[in-house]
């Protein structure tokens, strides 16, 4: 009596991993198709230390430059992070070689209460810092966007990650 009981168990664990796995699978089917395809996201890992000296460079590819883009940072902080903002220094390049824009950004990262914005769990927060919108890049090709930390220390820590992602404007967002 007891075999029948294992394989009955055995049998509705089979039927479980059938069934997770089923589930897996349509939620992974569902998880990609809301994947928006004329948005493109790239993020660098600082573990948590971001030297004056270390540029992050991104380099993507315009083919419809007649669409405003929408260029947002994505900045993710810890509570090790000693400022309520961050100021970049940004760089444009067309082809590499070809400056577009230079400009100084600052982000603000806290309220001046010290409540950090963004949103996350426990010391760590994410946020969406949107840097150009309904951007009208001059021509279709290769870009590259160069950030480079401009805080007051060499070494800056709490910033866990930096990156930026490049969205088509919508027509309907009012602008």
């Known amino acids: 009596m007891a075999k029948g009981i294992q394989t009955k168990e055995f049998s509705n664990q089979n039927q479980m991993t059938k069934l997770n796995a089923k589930s897996l699978i349509f939620i992974s089917a ?24 270390e540029i992050q460079k991104f380099q993507f590819e315009i083919n419809e430059a007649q669409n405003p883009k929408n260029i947002i940072f994505v900045v993710r902080n810890n509570s090790a992070y000693p400022y309520q903002d961050l100021k970049v220094k ?12 230079t400009e100084q950004v600052d982000m603000q990262l806290a ?6 914005l963004g ?7 994410e946020l969406l810092f949107e840097y150009k919108s309904h951007y009208k890049f001059p021509q279709n090709g290769l870009y590259t966007l160069e950030v480079f930390q401009e805080m007051e220390d060499q070494t800056l820590k709490g910033i866990e990650d ?11 967002d009012g602008k």
């Open 30 to 53: 569902l998880l990609c198709s809301c994947v928006n395809p004329s948005e493109k996201v790239w993020v660098h890992s600082l573990n948590g230390v971001w030297s004056q000296s």
């Open 119 to 125: 949103s996350g769990f426990g010391n760590a927060k």
């Open 111 to 116: 309220e001046e209460q010290g409540h950090w």
């Open 90 to 101: 940004v760089v444009m390049r067309l082809d590499s070689t070809r400056i577009l824009l």
């Open 162 to 172: 930096f990156g930026i992602k490049i969205q088509t404007a919508q027509l309907n």
